[in-house]
């Protein structure tokens, strides 16, 4: 293999999109908190980032390691310190410790510039497209508003309840697919591609944030109304926090993150991601069937609960197909232009295959 092979090889395999993705954002991060004079912020501050992420890189360890210990133990208790080592052979070899922490190490970076980014929007750019989506949604729904068709549809009763579920399991489901596809899979080229999907979904969403900013049907002076006969659910209580967020950002520059920013839909964006990627990598029937279901319950939850217009949605749709094909052009994974899943490198053990996710 040739010098230039085996560096390209070795940025496919090794998240080298994701972390130059990361990069320019964390660049664009500090340009434009230094024109704007904004100050970059821990994006949760409840719990500094050098605690919290290590944290969670062992306790995503733990869980894959602890219950095989536990379960080859069960039998033989006093045997537990040789199943320690001998599961931490099969499963934690420096190759794949290089992987997990590469992989979670960009995709924190990621992460800590988009949330940077999307705080600073209301500073880099004050035009407001709300007016425009509104108008655009109603033509697409033959002169109806989405959320109210949807709250004639489900009532604005135990739905609301079940649709704010929907939203608030969702912002679980990020982390623990990333875990997934570092921790507890084996398969590096399927893990390296869902992590620069992700990486590249943020990336782009945080670039769609500065250019066309909106704040969502519920903020929308001509649409508030709509929402306010919905019963008081956690999700009221979070959109609450969110424009008290964002109006102390505007009053103080040096208070906590604004978060509020709608197209495109970033909920719908990465499901779609999630769903498309799982259809290229031929997981389970279940895991797709499901993966799918929650797809269209979180593209309802977005509007029935007035986070995002039509167009957030059909903006997050593209932008999640978008993604998985070009981080599968970026890592490797095709068949010319067509996305494959590749084989995995020969270094990587067959007994580790077994534990793939993937058929």
């Known amino acids: ?55 969670i890189i062992l306790t995503a360890i733990a869980l894959d390691v602890v219950p095989r210990v536990v379960w080859r133990s069960r039998r033989a208790p006093r045997e537990f310190g040789r199943h320690w080592r001998a599961v931490l052979d099969e499963r934690w070899r420096l190759q794949h410790w290089l992987f997990a922490v590469g992989g979670l190490s960009a995709w924190y970076l990621c992460y800590t510039a988009f949330r940077n980014l999307k705080s ?50 969702w912002i679980a489901l990020v982390p623990v697919s990333i875990a997934i596809a570092l921790v507890f899979s084996r398969r590096t080229q399927a893990g390296s591609w869902f992590v620069t999907a992700v990486a590249f979904d943020w990336a782009l969403g945080a670039l769609f944030y500065l250019l066309l900013p909106t704040l969502g049907p519920v903020y929308h002076e001509g649409q508030r109304q709509l929402f306010t006969a919905l019963p008081e659910t956690y999700n009221t209580l979070l959109a609450n926090q969110l424009w008290d967020d964002r109006v102390a950002m505007l009053a103080d520059r040096d208070a906590g993150l604004q978060t509020i920013a709608a197209f495109p839909s970033l ?46 949605v059909l903006g997050g749709m593209a932008l999640g197909s978008f993604t998985v094909w070009a981080a599968a052009m970026a890592t490797g994974n095709r068949f010319g232009l067509v996305p494959r899943l590749a084989d995995e490198p020969e270094e990587t053990p067959a007994r580790e295959q077994q534990a793939a996710v993937c058929d």
């Open 1 to 55: 293999m040739s010098r230039t092979a085996s560096l390209r090889t070795a940025v496919e395999r090794h998240f080298g999109w994701a972390w130059a993705a990361g990069i320019a954002m964390a660049v664009a991060t500090v340009v434009l908190s230094a024109i704007n004079e904004l100050p970059i912020k821990d994006p949760d501050a409840l719990i500094p980032g050098y605690i919290r992420f290590p944290l």
């Open 267 to 312: 909920h719908v964006g990465i499901m779609m991601t999630i769903c498309v990627f799982l259809e290229y990598v031929r997981a389970r029937r279940w895991v797709r069937v499901t993966s799918w279901v929650f797809f269209v319950l979180t593209v309802i939850a977005t509007m029935y609960l007035g986070w995002h217009f039509f167009v957030d």
């Open 120 to 169: 600073m929007v209301p500073y880099v750019n004050s035009a407001v497209w709300d007016d425009e989506f509104a108008r655009i949604d109603r033509v697409l729904w033959f002169d109806h508003d989405p959320s109210q068709v949807m709250h004639d549809l489900f009532g604005t009763g135990i739905a609301a309840h079940f649709f704010s579920a929907v939203y608030f399991i």
